[in-house]
């Protein structure tokens, strides 16, 4: 009887000093995550407020007229980097990182390159052609236009657009990529010649 419950006791002994190790780690990693989640959220809020403050979005729209928010994209890369190092150091502590880490890796690069894409596909058309609108000076603002069923008055000229006000007061925005693939219609302002002062 001595010897089985001393066999039991020894079992029992046996599984929690393979398990407490295991419950460890898996605390350990669980706090590495909450940890890096909280840090990584503190940093891109602070970063983002530091960045408005020095109101880096203002000063590139007045610039080169990028309409996206590059406050918002910096602090959040930011962000889910810190995220990206909890999760590796996470599963670091459970001894799991080369394989996983080659498989978070590898999806993190995909989704990178497919969302730079789409973020681009459209930027450097319309920024192109708005180099072409400024230098051969298509036309400016001021200037009456059609281009499809679209008419009206052109109030402004970026780098990514041109804006139109129509007869009924509305504003049209028109990515200027549109003027390389549609045909125009443009009609110059015209300027008030100074009537010559008659002699007394």
């Known amino acids: ?3 089985a419950v001393n066999d039991s006791i020894q079992a029992i002994t046996g599984v929690t000093g ?3 190790p295991v419950v460890t780690k898996i605390v350990i990693a669980v706090l590495i995550l909450l940890i890096g989640l909280i840090i990584g959220k503190l ?6 407020r530091l960045l408005n403050e020095i109101q880096l979005d203002k000063q590139f729209r007045t610039t080169i007229g990028l309409k996206f928010s590059l406050e918002k994209t910096i602090s959040g890369f930011v962000m889910y980097f810190i995220y990206f190092i909890a999760i590796v150091m996470a599963l670091n502590s459970l001894g799991l990182t080369t394989a996983i880490l080659h498989m978070i890796s590898a999806a993190i690069i995909v989704i990178i390159v497919v969302s730079f894409i789409l973020a681009v596909k459209d930027f450097f058309p319309n920024f192109i052609a ?4 400024r230098n051969k000076k298509l036309f400016n603002a001021g200037d009456e236009i059609q281009i499809k069923e679209v008419r009206g008055k052109i109030s402004s000229i970026d780098f990514l657009e041109t804006r139109i006000i129509t007869k009924y007061n509305e504003e049209v925005i028109i990515p200027n990529s549109i003027f390389n693939r549609r045909q125009v219609v443009i009609r110059k302002k015209a300027f008030k010649s100074q ?3 008659k002699k007394k």
């Open 195 to 197: 009537k010559p002062k």
């Open 1 to 3: 009887m001595a010897d």
């Open 43 to 48: 940093i891109g809020n602070l970063l983002r």
């Open 130 to 133: 708005g180099i072409r609108i």
């Open 18 to 20: 393979k398990v407490t």
